[in-house]
């Protein structure tokens, strides 16, 4: 590779993690929103079926709820850290090349 390819790679490089850090911090940020929505939903839910089937139904919506949260949110917890740390990873190749270039 010619020091212009290097130096072209660098730029796309930071361009593009740059990109990837800031949609993975969007999704993030929706994922969160969405849980919280959804566990919303749930606790108006829990106590409409408590009004009108009884605790049993209730409980069942409760936990039905907090699983789907909690995988919602474990999912949006691992795919923006995943994403951070490809981002990063790319970060330090990036600074590698370009040590390397300077050689």
Do not use: R, W
């Amino acid at each position: 590779m010619t020091n212009e390819e290097i130096t072209e790679l660098m730029v796309k490089g930071k361009q593009d993690g740059a990109q990837l850090y800031t949609v993975a911090n969007a999704l993030y940020k929706v994922s969160i929103i969405f849980v919280a929505v959804i566990g919303l939903a749930g606790f108006f839910l829990f106590f409409i079926t408590f009004g009108s089937s009884g605790i049993g139904p209730a409980i069942a919506v409760a936990i039905g709820t907090a699983t789907i949260c909690a995988i919602g949110y474990a999912f949006a917890v691992l795919a923006y850290n995943g994403a951070k740390v490809i981002v990063h990873l790319l970060f330090s190749n990036l600074a590698i090349l370009e040590k390397m270039k300077e050689k």
